[in-house]
Structures are given as structure tokens and as C-alpha cells.
């Protein structure tokens, strides 16, 4: 149940949203739902993690694998840098739980997603790059949301390549060793560490 309502909340299943708010009460409402979708990812990593520490997936995560999969490949490319960090932990948690004959469909899956990820223009929206948008980020400087928009494509980018190493290799599962890899990270307070700790691999010796 816990599961299901934080999916929900995530905005998984919704269609994304087409273009920028036009007036206060819009922007009021889609700063609210983003709230919430930043919430429950990281709810969603923090459950994924105790889940894994108790060993065995429940049969409600095994029907949500794909879902859940989209969803934070989404949340990846969005602004938040925390979120992101907590997506990606939460993929290699997924990947982990997951029954062993659904772990190739989980793979497409992700590869997909992350194939179909573009630049954002707020945490869920992804924008076409063309050549005018990059003028105007050159422009506007390295400073304020359009650092954060950098951030999040070479983000994305980043994980192509990894994507792009795997296939070659012909080694799908290649690419969640990479991801559970530990990386210098600002999250080490000790409420992080005892609550999520992405410092630590996710994947068994």
C-alpha cells in the first residue's frame, strides 16, 4: 500500500507536462506537485533500501518494477542534484530486488528511458536542444537554474555513455556495477547515512 501511494505521488503514469505555467495559480500548483514528486523519490529509495536489507522483494514490487524504473530515470534529469543521487541508488536497489528472470526486461526498460531523457527546463519537463536554446543558455551565464539545467544534461549524458559501454560489451548488467560504483558525495550527515547513505554500494560481494 505504502508502495503504491508513493508511486502515485511520484506522478508516475502522468503525462508530462507540455510547456511552462502560464499564470501564478499554475506555477503555484506545479511547484507544489514537484515538491511532492521530489518527496516520494526519496521515500521510494529509503523503502527500496530497507526492502533490500530484509532480502526479498514483496510480489507489489515485482508488479511495479517497470513503473518505478520510469520513474526515476525521470527524476534523474531533473534539477535537484539530491533527488538524482537517490534515483540513481534506487535503480541499483531495483535491480537488486528484482526476481532474476525480469532483470533483462528491467534492463530494457532502463535503457529506454534513459535513451528517451532530454534537457530540462523545471524538474520533469524535457525540452528539445536546439541550437537557439543553447544561445540563450550562453547568454544567461553559468550562474542560477541554467547551471542546474548543465548539470542535469551532463548527467544524462553521462549515463548514455555508460549505457553505450555496457552494449558494446554486450554486458547490460555492467551499467547498475558502474552506477553502484561510490562516488565523492556531499550527503554524509549521519540522519543521511542512517536514512539512505549513498556512499555505500547497493549490490551484494
Known amino acids: 500500500a505504502l508502495l503504491a501511494k508513493l508511486l502515485a505521488?511520484?506522478?508516475?503514469g502522468e503525462a508530462e507536462t507540455s510547456g511552462p505555467p502560464t499564470n501564478d495559480a499554475a506555477r503555484a500548483q506545479l511547484a507544489e506537485r514537484e515538491a511532492d514528486q521530489r518527496c516520494s523519490i526519496v521515500w521510494l529509495t529509503v523503502l527500496l533500501r530497507q526492502i533490500a536489507?530484509?532480502?526479498?522483494?514483496?510480489?507489489?514490487?515485482?508488479?511495479?518494477?517497470?513503473?518505478l524504473c520510469r520513474t526515476f530515470v525521470r527524476a534523474i534529469a531533473g534539477l535537484s542534484i539530491f533527488v538524482a543521487?537517490?534515483?540513481l541508488k534506487a535503480l541499483c536497489y531495483l535491480y537488486r530486488l528484482?526476481?532474476?528472470?525480469?532483470?533483462?526486461?528491467?534492463?530494457?526498460?532502463?535503457?529506454?528511458?534513459?535513451?528517451?531523457?532530454t534537457v530540462v527546463s523545471n524538474?520533469?519537463?524535457?525540452?528539445?536542444?536546439?541550437?537557439?536554446?543553447?544561445?540563450?543558455?550562453d547568454k544567461a551565464g553559468p550562474l542560477?537554474?541554467?547551471?542546474?539545467?548543465?548539470?542535469?544534461?551532463e548527467r544524462v549524458d553521462l549515463l548514455k555513455d555508460l549505457m553505450f559501454l555496457a552494449r558494446e560489451l554486450q554486458h547490460p548488467p555492467l551499467f547498475i556495477g558502474l552506477l553502484d560504483q561510490p562516488v565523492g558525495s556531499v550527503w554524509t550527515g549521519e540522519v543521511l547515512k542512517e536514512a539512505l547513505d549513498?556512499?555505500?554500494?547497493c549490490l551484494p560481494d
Open 85 to 87: 543521487d537517490c534515483s
Open 123 to 137: 524538474m520533469f519537463v524535457g525540452n528539445p536542444d536546439t541550437d537557439k536554446q543553447r544561445e540563450a543558455k
Open 198 to 201: 549513498l556512499q555505500m554500494p
Open 53 to 67: 536489507k530484509r532480502g526479498s522483494a514483496t510480489r507489489g514490487l515485482c508488479e511495479s518494477l517497470e513503473p
Open 9 to 12: 505521488m511520484s506522478g508516475s
Open 144 to 153: 542560477g537554474p541554467n547551471s542546474l539545467k548543465i548539470t542535469a544534461k
Open 98 to 117: 528484482a526476481p532474476p528472470e525480469s532483470r533483462t526486461e528491467l534492463m530494457k526498460t532502463m535503457f529506454s528511458s534513459i535513451s528517451n531523457r
